[in-house]
């Protein structure tokens, strides 16, 4: 049966082996559930060949890469040239890109260093960027803010207070919502979802990460990005309808997905 809406996943590891194994059938299976797009970002270089390979095989695949804060030891100084050369590439993005200190501040000036080295690499191609960001939202926006970095991106799984999320769409910036919004106890996340602009709002997977609530340990799949809208549609006012327009309009319009660039 043909779906009456149509949705995009900003942020999905396609390349994974997880996803690999059957990847055909994830992408089929995906599109018929209505997913138009699949956005895929890179966090190591040594990720990135095969992201750029299978993108450039369907139009409806999009790359972003990137070098991950929590990554560093797996990060070498010449990646970052690699990184500026790909960037004129057919990217939507540069990320996933930010700042991670869930173990502790160990690394904090390695990773800040990382971070704004690839936010002057975004701002010279005039991309956007995909945020990874734990326990790191207030540096990260005062970065933003020096820097004055004006391509804005999306906040990949955002889980930050209200006042950082305004601060987040006055820069520019679109925030993700996955798998963890279909938890129960997730309740400040789903509250924030709930109240937030529809038109600052996209939804991702993480694929084959952030398994949803009635899917524990299995793998994450982008064909079940309808269940996190649907998840989104109990908490607002708006109809499923117009939540997977407005969120897919802000995919595009933030990612410029109907004007990717050519290789």
Same mark, same amino acid.
């Given at each position: 049966?043909?779906?009456?809406? !149509?949705? /995009?996943?900003?942020h ?5 082996? =997880? $996803?690999?194994?059957d990847?055909?059938?994830? #992408? &089929? ?15 190591v270089?040594?990720?990135w ?18 070098l ?9 100084? !010449?990646? /970052? ?8 590439? =057919? $990217? ?6 930010? #700042? &991670? ?39 990260v ?24 999320a ?5 820069l ?24 937030l ?64 660039r050519?290789?």
């Amino acid at each position: 049966m043909p779906m009456n809406f !149509e949705i /995009i996943d900003t942020h999905c590891h396609m390349d994974m082996t =997880e $996803l690999r194994s059957d990847f055909d059938g994830v #992408l &089929d299976r995906s599109m018929r559930a209505g997913i138009t797009d699949f956005v895929i970002p890179g966090y190591v270089r040594s990720g990135w060949d095969r992201i750029l390979e299978i993108c450039i095989q369907k139009p409806y695949l999009h790359p972003c890469l990137g070098l991950h804060p929590a990554y560093l030891d797996k990060h070498r100084d !010449e990646d /970052i040239e690699e990184l500026r050369e790909l960037s004129s590439r =057919e $990217l939507v993005a540069i990320g996933e890109i930010g #700042l &991670d200190f869930q173990k502790g501040r160990k690394c904090e000036r390695e990773q800040q260093e990382l971070f704004e080295q690839q936010l002057f690499i975004a701002e010279e191609s005039r991309l956007p960027v995909l945020l990874h960001v734990r326990k790191g939202h207030d540096q990260v926006l005062a970065t933003l803010r020096r820097k004055r970095f004006n391509n804005g991106g999306i906040v990949h799984g955002f889980n930050g207070s209200r006042q950082q999320a305004d601060h987040y769409v006055k820069l520019g910036f679109k925030l993700g919502y996955g798998g963890t919004l279909t938890y129960d106890r997730a309740r400040r996340i789903r509250k924030l979802a709930a109240e937030l602009p529809l038109t600052s709002i996209v939804l991702e997977t993480d694929a084959p990460d952030m398994s949803l609530a009635g899917r524990r340990g299995e793998i994450n799949s982008p064909e079940y990005l309808p269940e996190i809208l649907d998840t989104l549609v109990s908490l607002r006012p708006e109809t499923k309808e117009e939540i997977a327009a407005q969120t897919t309009t802000n995919a595009r319009l933030i990612l410029g997905l109907d004007c990717a660039r050519e290789i």
